[in-house]
C-alpha cells in the first residue's frame, strides 16, 4: 500500500488479484459435473469484500512474504468462508434470499447442489493448501493447515459459533455468550487469516502471538460492525437482507448494550489493534488501516 492509496482503493486492487486466483483454484463452468461448479463458482466469484484473504495478504507482507506464496492460503480461506456463507443462508440455517447483492446459492441452484456447492468449496479449500505443500516449508504449511482447520472447526470456532447461535435464537442471552458466539461464529477466521499470513511469512512466536492478539480484536469489532450495520443499513448497501438479527431475536452487541456504547466499543478494540500492529513496525501500516475500515465500512 503506497502512502498516497487509500484503504478502499487498497481492499479494491487486493480483491482484483484474489478474484483471479480464485477463478484459476476452481474447476471451470464446463469441467462436469457442470451444475456443481456453476453453483460453486456463482458464489465464489459473486464480489465480496475479500475482506480474509486481504488479511492474509497484508499480514504476510507486513513481516516479508511474498504474494504469490501467500494466495493459495488466502484463496483457501476466501473458499471456507463462502461455503460458511451458503450453508448460512439456506433455510434449514438463516432462510435467507440475497448474498452478495444477488440471490443465495440455493435460491439460485436448489437446496441439495448449494448444499454440495458448500461441501465442495470446504474440501477445495484443503485440496489447494495441500497441493500447495510442495512449494512449502512443510513445517510451517502443516501449521497453516491446523489453523485453518481450526479456525473452521468446532471448539471456539466457525461450526461450534454457528451451533452456539442456533442454539440462542429466541433466548436472553447474556454479554459472554454473545461474546463466544462473535468471537467464534466471526472471530476465528478473520483471526486465523493473519495468522496465517504470519506463519507462511516465517514470523517468530512472539510476531505471530501479536498478530493473534491483533486479529482476535479485529474479529470482535467486525461482528460488532455488522451488528450495527444490521439495524442501520439496507439491503442495496448490505448486498444481504438487514433486520434479520432483531427478526430472530438475535443476541446482538446494539441488542445488549445500546447502539451509542457498541460504537463505542468497536472503537475502543480498534485503538488497541492498531496499537498491536504498530509494535510490528512501520510495515505493518496496512494493518493498522485495515483496522480502522473494519469499523468504518458501510457493506
Ligand atoms: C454454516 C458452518 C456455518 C457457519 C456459518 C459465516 C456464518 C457462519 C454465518 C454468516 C452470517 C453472518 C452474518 C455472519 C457474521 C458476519 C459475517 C461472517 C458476515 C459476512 O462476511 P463479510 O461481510 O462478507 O466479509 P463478504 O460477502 O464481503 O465476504
Known sequence: ???????????????????????????????????????????????????????VLAAGE????????????ACA????????????????????DLRRGRPTCHKAFGEAVAILAGDALLTQAFRVLALDAPKRNAERQVRVIGEIATAAGTVDALIGGQMADIEGEGKSLGPAEVDYIH???????????????GIIAGANESQIEKLREYGRRIGLAFQIADDILDVTSTSEQLGKTPGKDQAAKKATYPAIYGMAASQARAREIVDEAVAIASSLGPTAYVLEEMAGFIIARTS
Request: hydrophobic residues 40%.
Open 77 to 96: 480461506i476466501e473458499m471456507i468462508h463462502t461455503y460458511s456463507l451458503i450453508h448460512d443462508d439456506l433455510p434449514a440455517m438463516d432462510n435467507d
Open 1 to 55: 500500500m503506497t502512502a498516497a492509496e487509500t484503504i478502499t482503493n487498497y481492499l479494491t486492487r487486493r480483491a482484483a488479484e484474489v478474484n483471479d486466483w480464485l477463478d484459476r483454484l476452481v474447476p471451470s463452468e464446463s469441467t462436469p459435473p457442470e451444475q456443481l461448479h456453476r453453483a460453486m463458482r456463482y458464489s465464489l466469484l459473486a464480489g465480496g469484500k475479500r475482506l480474509r484473504p486481504s488479511l
Open 62 to 73: 507486513a513481516l516479508g512474504a511474498d504474494t504469490d506464496d501467500l494466495m493459495p492460503a
Open 183 to 197: 468471537r467464534s461464529k466471526t472471530g476465528a477466521m478473520i483471526c486465523a487469516s493473519v495468522v496465517v499470513g
